[in-house]
């Protein structure tokens, strides 16, 4: 019932950027945030930044902060990420998620999207 389908990833060089969205269908009402996280082969899933749909409240992990924007578009129920200034460590598959709490937990998220590869070379 619910998808959440991301898109956007790429390749690019170092101090460049992308734009990655999350399209999601049929919101429920107990969707009420909604995060990115990133994931590099043998690492664990690692939060990136999360957005409440209803209301202003945005967070960002330590690491991205000056440098990715996360925004939403609730008449189109998109959530997007813009990252500048990108660095090879952003390399990862960067996936969209959705849940009931902000939180920095992957656990806390019920929805998840596919996932979008970005690589970013030296």
């Known amino acids: 019932q619910v998808q959440l389908v991301e898109s956007g990833g790429g390749l690019v060089q170092a101090g460049g950027s992308l734009r990655l969205s999350c399209v999601v269908s049929?919101?429920?009402?107990?969707?009420?945030?909604m995060g990115w996280f990133r994931q590099a082969p043998g690492k664990e899933r690692e939060f990136v930044a999360t957005?409440?749909?209803?209301?202003?409240?945005?967070s960002y992990t330590d690491s991205v902060k000056g440098r990715f924007t996360i925004s939403r578009d609730n008449a189109k129920n998109t959530v997007a990420l813009q990252m500048n200034s990108l660095k090879p460590e952003d390399t990862a598959v960067y996936y969209c998620?959705?849940?009931?709490?902000?939180?920095?937990?992957?656990?806390?998220?019920?929805?998840w999207g596919q996932g979008t590869q970005v690589t970013v070379s030296s």
């Open positions: 998620a959705g849940g009931t709490v902000a939180s920095a937990n992957p656990r806390m998220y019920g929805y």
């Open positions: 049929r919101r429920t009402s107990s969707m009420y945030v």
């Open positions: 957005i409440n749909w209803g209301a202003s409240g945005i």
